[in-house]
C-alpha cells in the first residue's frame, strides 16, 4: 500500500480545481448549442415616423423558419431563437405586412450573440410603391381632394405646376439643366400637412405638394401645400390659387409664391453638393419670379454666397 502523503494530496487537489476552473471559463467563453438568441428591434413608417403594428418577423437560417412574432403597437419586436451552433452563423430576418412592401434584414449569431443587436427598419408603404423624385431636381405631386367626377388631379397639379414655373424661370434665363421636373404619387397621402416634409425626405424630393381642390367660380380653387425636405418652411407654405384651369393644365398658371418655395428648396439642394454657382443662380430667379427677397431666401443666398467667396455674380455687386 502506498503511504499517505500530505502535499501530494494537496497537489492533486489543486489540480482538481484548477481543472473545474477551466471547464468553467471553457462554458462562458463557447455557449453550448441551445443557448438562446435574442434579438430587439422596431419597425417604422417612413411617411409618419410613428412605428408599425403587427408586422411579421420571422428569423430563417436558410430556408429553415427559427422563431417568429408580431411587432407590438410602438412598432417594436424581440424575437428568440437557438441557431444549434456556437459558431457564426448568417440569420436573415423576414418582415411582412399587408400595408407595406416586404423586406429583409442579414444579422449574424456567434455563440448566441446577434450582431447587431437592435435592428432598425423603415418598411415602404404599398400605397408609396413605384414613387420617387428620381434624384433630379424638383419634386413629387402627392393626393389631392377634390370634388366628385374630379379625376387624376395629381397628375394635372404635376403638369400645372411644370407648367407655370417653367414659364418663369424661362424668362429669367434659368439654364435648362437648373430646370426643375415634377412627379406623381397618387398614393402619397399626408395625415396632416405637417407630414409633408417626411414624405419629401423618403420620397428623396425637393419638394413634396399636396392639398386640396374645389369648384371655383371660373375654374378650380387650389389649397396647395408647399413641404420641403430641408424644412425650410415649416409649417409647410400654403399658398391658395384662385380659378385654375384644370382643364388644360398646361396653361394653368400659379402663384409666385408656390414657385418661388420650390425654387429656394432646389437652391439648398445645391447647397448641400456643393454648387454654389447654382444655388446664387437658383435665388436670383426666385427673387425675380416673386418681385423682392423673403427671409427664407435672402439666408440661403447669403449662404452660398459665402461659400462661393465672389458676391460680384450678384446683378449690382450686391445681396
Not at 178 to 191: D, E, H, I, M, Y
Not at 255 to 265: I, S
Request: aromatic letters at 6%.
Amino acid at each position: 500500500m502506498r503511504p499517505f502523503s500530505l502535499s501530494s494530496h494537496r497537489a492533486s487537489g489543486s489540480l482538481g480545481i484548477l481543472a473545474l476552473a477551466g471547464l468553467a471559463w471553457l462554458f462562458q467563453a463557447a455557449p453550448a448549442p441551445g443557448a438562446a438568441t435574442i434579438v430587439q428591434g422596431k419597425v417604422t413608417d417612413p411617411t409618419t415616423e410613428s412605428g408599425v403594428s403587427g408586422v411579421e418577423v420571422t428569423a430563417l437560417r436558410g430556408d429553415r423558419s427559427l422563431g417568429s412574432v408580431l411587432t407590438e403597437d410602438d412598432g417594436r419586436f424581440l424575437v428568440t431563437f437557438d441557431v444549434g451552433t456556437s459558431d457564426r452563423v448568417y440569420v436573415t430576418l423576414r418582415l411582412e405586412h399587408d400595408g407595406y412592401e416586404a423586406r429583409t434584414e442579414q444579422i449574424t449569431v456567434t455563440g448566441a450573440q446577434p450582431v447587431p443587436p437592435f435592428v432598425s427598419v423603415v418598411l415602404r408603404p404599398n400605397a408609396l410603391s413605384g414613387c420617387s423624385g428620381g434624384g433630379a431636381p424638383g419634386g413629387v405631386v402627392g393626393y389631392f381632394t377634390g370634388p366628385a367626377g374630379a379625376e387624376d388631379l395629381s397628375d394635372k397639379m404635376a403638369i400645372a405646376l411644370t407648367y407655370s414655373l417653367l414659364t418663369r424661370i424661362q424668362r429669367v434665363h434659368v439654364p435648362s439643366d437648373l430646370q426643375p421636373s415634377f412627379g406623381t404619387c397618387q398614393g402619397a397621402k399626408p395625415r396632416n400637412p405637417l407630414d409633408g416634409p417626411k414624405f419629401a425626405r423618403f420620397l428623396e424630393a425637393d419638394v413634396f405638394v399636396s392639398g386640396t381642390v374645389k369648384q371655383g367660380a371660373q375654374g378650380f380653387d387650389v389649397a396647395a401645400y408647399v413641404s420641403d425636405r430641408y424644412d425650410l418652411y415649416m409649417p409647410p407654405l400654403r399658398a391658395l390659387n384662385v380659378d385654375v384651369d384644370l382643364d388644360d393644365p398646361g396653361a394653368a398658371d400659379l402663384d409666385e409664391e408656390t414657385h418661388a418655395a420650390v425654387l429656394v428648396a432646389i437652391a439648398r439642394r445645391y447647397e448641400e453638393e456643393a454648387r454654389f454657382a447654382e444655388c446664387v443662380d437658383v435665388t436670383v430667379a426666385a427673387e425675380q419670379i416673386l418681385g423682392g427677397l423673403t427671409p427664407v431666401i435672402e439666408a440661403e443666398r447669403a449662404r452660398c454666397q459665402q461659400r462661393l467667396g465672389n458676391i460680384g455674380l450678384l446683378p449690382g455687386g450686391g445681396p
